[in-house]
């Protein structure tokens, strides 16, 4: 079982853009879910989970920029990232939180040109 995670693209500096990733409802049902971002050749870090009942939670980094939403009728969880900077730089992936090691999907790439 994969998530996959969809809307990466090359957004200037400041710029927005709106990730979305859909699974099957196993996955979602009374779960935290999570995005994630991974730089090559570092490790992978969470960026920000949202619990069933909609609680989220942020890496300071993301904190006050992005916004983590799900919406469980559609078995999806969404990102929205504002004023984002070259530092966001990333494949975005998602998954439960703390993830499951085999629902790793490809991602997606967002690249913040400066």
């Known amino acids: 079982v994969q998530l996959q995670a969809s809307g990466g693209g090359l957004v200037q500096a400041g710029g927005s853009l709106s990730l979305s990733c859909s699974a099957s409802?196993?996955?979602?049902?009374?779960?935290?879910m999570g995005w994630y971002r991974q730089v090559r050749g570092k490790e992978r870090e969470w960026v920000a989970f949202?619990?069933?009942?909609?609680?989220?939670m942020y890496r300071g980094s993301v904190k006050g920029r992005f916004t983590i939403s799900r919406d469980n009728g559609k078995n999806t969880v969404y990102l929205q990232m504002n004023s984002l900077k070259p530092e966001d730089t990333a494949v975005y992936y998602c998954?439960?939180?703390?993830?499951?090691?085999?629902?790793w999907g490809q991602g997606t790439l967002v690249t913040v040109s400066s």
């Open positions: 998954n439960r939180y703390p993830y499951e090691a085999g629902y």
């Open positions: 409802g196993s996955i979602f049902r009374a779960n935290n």
């Open positions: 949202v619990s069933s009942g909609g609680t989220a």
